[in-house]
């Protein structure tokens, strides 16, 4: 590579996708599975610029936002049959004319919803420091593999079945799970396929593995996303908005003999609410129910309330507007399903711990805490810097 070359990771994003329409857009973890990308390979050591290339203005919106530059891809290499090598080359094309030249290429798979940013790293390392032409993502099996013959009979592929050795007596195999892919610029431009040369493995957990090709594959991804996101640690938002009912208390009330009603909430979470405000991060409760209870806890709290509000989505987008809050960069705390508009917004969407399971497939962070039990204090803790 010359010193004008950059290492640039290209993600192929499609409109069009019949197995799961809208795919690229869908989101995991609260996060749609094309910004997931664009941020596993930002984040990868030695990626110098990361490119969506797509024929789809909302997915290039989200990229752009996510800090991808977009490449618009041609209607005629964009339908079902277009390969995605025709994609990668012409994007290097499009670069090219822009003055950008390119050393290393890493071809990433934004249907690979949980993407090692280490392997894209180790990756481009091998191709930048010549140990290898292309590698390729897997991840290590002991499995028995086998096939069926023309006359649907099974046939041992990676092994004799009159053996069973033990795992430990066993050479490993390694599954390609399509995540990611690196080779030179030129090598790719000249073959103008992924491998070629001499090839290498970077080897992945095989948790990463999961790749999204129809709507169990996503329902399972929004099932694991929470233990990958537990990983991530501190919640990177600006603002926090959350629910009342649910969230401040355990979702449960007391009414006494005249109706009044009294509900259970954590002085934590009180405490939590002092220091978010110290830090001058801004904090909304939005509810649904028009109680006092929810404008008297707000008012101890020192915090706007928006309650009797049947379209939570509306007023949170109208509030993040009023305020200049970029709506990826607020938290929403929710428990219900009424949450769900809400929580599509906004760059955080959170779940407690005891939030209804489509809530917490829809969120990006679940929280270990429970409504009423210390779960506001719980973001706050993670919010605020360390």
Known sequence: MTERELNVAIIPARGGSKGVPGKNLRRVGGV??????????SAASGVDLV??????????????????????????????TASSESALLHALDALEADGVEVGVVVFVQATSPFLPSAGIAEAVAHI????????????????????????????????????????QEREPHYLETGAFYAFSAAGFRRFQHRFFGLVGIVEVPESSAIEIDDEHQLCLAGA????????EGRIAAAALVTDFDGVHTDDTA???????????????????????????????????????????????LRVPVLHGIDDKAAALAAW????????????????????????DLVGWPIAVANAHPAVKAAARVVLARRGGEGAVREVIERMLPR
Request: proline residues 4%.
């Open 320 to 343: 993040a507007s009023e305020n200049g809050i970029p709506l990826a960069d607020i938290a929403y705390v929710g428990n219900d399903v009424n949450d769900l508009g809400a929580l």
């Open 128 to 167: 930048a420091e010549g140990r290898f032409d292309s590698v390729f993502s897997a991840h290590e099996t002991y499995g028995f593999l086998w096939c069926r013959d023309g006359e649907g009979r099974a046939d041992a592929l990676n092994h004799d079945a009159a053996r069973r050795p033990r795992r």
């Open 254 to 300: 007391t009414v006494d003999s005249e109706g009044r009603e009294s509900v259970r909430v954590s002085r934590e979470d009180g405490m939590g609410v002092s220091r978010l405000r110290r830090a001058g991060i801004p904090m909304l409760v939005l509810s649904t129910e028009q109680n006092p209870v929810v404008a008297r806890r707000a008012e101890k």
């Open 51 to 80: 490119v969506v290339s797509t024929d789809d203005a909302a997915i290039a919106s989200v990229a752009e936002a996510a800090g991808a530059r977009v490449v618009a891809r041609p209607a005629e290499i964009a339908g079902d």
């Open 224 to 231: 694991i996303a929470p233990l990958f996101a537990a990983e």
């Open 32 to 41: 749609p599975l094309i910004e997931r990308a664009v941020r596993a390979a």
